[in-house]
């Protein structure tokens, strides 16, 4: 069974802190790892998508790297904002299907 | 504001009741899903459509009828669902699977809740 999971579970941080997010998905065979963000009561908005070719993207704040041969992605947020509070998914993208981790709750205070 | 459009977005029903949910694109996608997600829980495939055939079932019960009628529109029609049925679903749509994938944009979803 495919598996993705994520670490933390939730994160608190000040404003103005670098925060990682960690990802790690059991099949190595993927075709692209996706990360989303989710509001309360809302959809998920897409934030980056990395083909397995493709070691990062990177979208203003944000930076999510891949390493498929140790099964793991990252999701880096510089200087944190109050905005940037909500649920955090990442997805293991295979032929036609997303594979969703258990996401992470994220809270920065001002 | 999202591309895709799903309604309603709140939907209460009895056990016995008939209703579809409705998602609409107008991104060009011939790719179109649908997710269940439950409270605190991340989203989980229910059905694929690619160039409107149903592609995936990921095994779901047939209370769930799921209906492409073009390549904008996608429904999914409810009968005599279950209590544990209530939850977030959510529409979402790409360009088809190839050699590698196209992002997913997501609908904001419908919250349907069995009495």
């Known amino acids: 069974k495919q598996e993705v999971t994520q670490i933390p579970a939730a994160l608190s941080v000040p404003e103005g802190e670098n925060l990682v997010l960690n990802c790690s998905f059991t099949d190595s065979a993927i075709y692209n790892l996706q990360w989303f963000r989710q509001d309360p009561g809302k959809g998920l908005t897409s934030l980056l998508l990395?083909?397995?070719?493709?070691r990062e993207q990177t979208s203003g704040r944000l930076n999510a790297s891949l390493d498929k041969s140790s099964g793991r992605s990252t999701l880096y947020i510089a200087a944190s904002q109050p905005g940037d509070s909500a649920t955090y998914l990442c997805a293991r993208g295979g032929f036609q299907k997303l594979v969703f981790g258990t996401g992470t709750r994220l809270l920065v205070s001002p | 504001d999202t591309e895709v459009t799903q309604t309603p977005k709140h939907l209460v029903m009895g056990m016995t009741n008939k209703k579809s949910l409705k998602c609409e694109q107008h991104?060009?996608?011939?790719?179109m899903y649908w997710y269940k997600q439950k409270a605190k829980k991340p989203p989980e495939l229910m059905f694929v459509y690619s160039y409107e055939k149903l592609s995936i079932n990921e095994s779901v019960p047939s209370r769930f009828s799921p209906e492409c009628p073009n390549s904008s529109l996608l429904n999914l029609h409810l009968h005599a669902l279950q209590p544990e049925d209530s939850a977030l679903y959510l529409c979402a749509s790409s360009q088809p699977a190839g050699e590698t994938n196209q992002p997913q944009h997501f609908g904001d979803g419908t919250r349907l809740s069995i009495l």
């Open positions: 990395i083909q397995s070719s493709q």
């Open positions: 991104m060009g996608h011939r790719a």
